[in-house]
């Protein structure tokens, strides 16, 4: 195979269409992201997609420093501010806070077809948290693990009823108050409340519609696309209107089935704060077993919360999945004053 040859002056003149061009597509895909959201189909598909935007970042910064090409270099300066905007928390090191953790949750698919019950109990004993948010839990499942966990976590709701599993809550805490939260689609979610600390505090578990674009044919995902987008924002405006009544902190566990820019997260994220994104690479807290860094490229189960006494310390995915499709999540917090 012969390669064309490409004089230097060649070179440069495609490295900067290339250049300007990349510019100018990112740009575009902000004003997008910004403006009509998850409003078509297409963008539904690009904003869980952003991530790999960003990999001709580095060959064209590459590229323009060794051609020294420095003029179009600050070109590329609005691409990588908006990656440190995005991204930041996942990729560069933080500082560990000058605090310790004292309180853990832990949220987690645990599949509704999955029986095996004692590896889904171990994986919530193994991790010790305080407050358990788990999805897709048949009655039966709930049941099994109400009896394996009732010496750890005495309380525990489960949420109305669903073919595919629903949400429940476990804590070591006392309910003040717990019920089913209907979210106008699919599964109901959970809510509880509880005294930690001496303050009142939300616990919330959902589990927000799936897109499933697997089954149906392919000339009818764009309409299904456009569907669910709709019915996952309207969960999302369910939730929040629900925590907008409460007057405490909250925490939400959610198979939320969509990355950190999407629509439905970013309205979730106006109200609340994604604990794993805070939490970023932060070194304390980093002390639980078979676990390993949550990197939010791929994320769809998150603990978000509301509440200035809670501060994220670390942020873990468990090896173990207990028999699930998902890796359970778990987020420890330093709150109060400690």
């Known amino acids: 195979m012969i390669i064309p040859y490409m004089n230097l002056d060649t070179l440069k003149k495609a490295l900067s269409f290339g250049t300007r061009s990349y510019f100018l597509g990112i740009t575009v895909w902000l004003l997008l992201w910004l403006t009509i959201k998850d409003g078509w189909w297409p963008l539904v598909l690009v904003n869980r997609l952003v991530f790999y935007l960003f990999a001709p970042l580095p060959v064209l910064l590459l590229a323009n420093l060794a051609l020294r090409q420095w003029r ?4 590329l300066v609005f691409p990588a501010a908006l990656f440190g905007y995005l991204y930041a928390p996942y990729v560069i090191p933080t500082p560990a806070q000058a605090i310790e953790p004292n309180m853990s949750v832990l949220t987690y698919n645990v599949l509704y077809s999955n029986q095996d019950y004692n590896a889904a109990a171990s994986v919530i004993r193994t991790n010790n948290p305080d407050f ?11 049941v099994e693990l109400e ?3 009732a010496d750890d976590y005495p309380y525990a709701q489960l949420g109305g009823p669903h073919d595919y ?7 070591r805490h006392p309910f003040v108050e717990s019920y089913s939260l209907d979210l106008e689609n699919d599964r109901p979610a959970t809510v509880a409340v509880v005294e ?3 303050e009142r505090l939300m616990l919330i578990s959902a589990h927000l519609n799936p897109y499933g674009l697997q089954y149906p044919p392919l000339l009818e995902r764009p309409a299904i696309i456009n569907e669910r987008t709709r019915t996952q924002n309207r969960q999302a405006e369910v939730i929040l209107e629900t925590i907008a009544q409460f007057d405490g902190a909250v925490l939400l566990g959610c198979d939320c089935n969509s990355v950190e820019t999407s629509e439905t997260m970013r309205m979730l994220s106006q109200e609340m704060t994604i604990g794993q ?21 791929r994320r769809i189960d998150y603990v978000l919360y509301r509440g200035d006494d809670l501060r994220p310390t670390g942020a873990y995915l468990l090896n173990g999945w207990g028999g699930s499709d998902h890796a359970p999540a778990s987020v420890r917090f330093a709150t109060g004053a400690n």
């Not at 179009?72 to 070109?75: A, E, F, Q, T, Y």
């Open 72 to 75: 179009l270099l600050g070109w």
């Open 277 to 297: 994104r805070e939490a970023g690479l932060r070194g304390n807290g980093w002390t639980v077993a078979d676990a390993e860094k949550d990197d939010g490229l």
């Open 147 to 149: 009896t394996r966990l």
């Open 132 to 142: 358990v948010m788990l999805q897709e839990v048949r009655p039966e499942m709930f």
């Open 196 to 198: 930690f600390g001496g």
């Open 165 to 171: 599993g629903t949400t429940a809550v476990f804590s």
